[in-house]
């Protein structure tokens, strides 16, 4: 069986070569710094995560059991990707 050829090496220009190069040899990055994520607020991560832990129980007390039948059919189905 014949190989399949590997991602093709990137081309650098010559700036681009000269900062690798730089980099190699001082261990230091070259240019901008990346941007900083900013931090997400605690309050809402809680008050997000609150709700998505009682929303599948909240939403299935809510079904009748022939709707959770058919919820639990098309998700089977999904699943293992079987049409009904």
Request: glycine share 10%.
């Amino acid at each position: 069986m014949a190989k399949r050829p590997g991602p093709k090496p990137k081309t650098l220009d010559v700036n681009q070569f000269a900062a690798a190069i730089l980099e190699a040899v001082t261990g230091e990055p070259v240019g901008p710094p990346a941007p900083e994520k900013p931090a997400k607020d605690p309050a809402a991560v809680a008050l997000g995560r609150k709700g998505g832990l009682k929303g599948g129980k909240a939403r299935a007390a809510k079904m009748t059991a022939k709707q959770r039948s058919a919820a639990a059919k098309k998700a089977a189905a999904a699943r293992w990707g079987k049409s009904d």
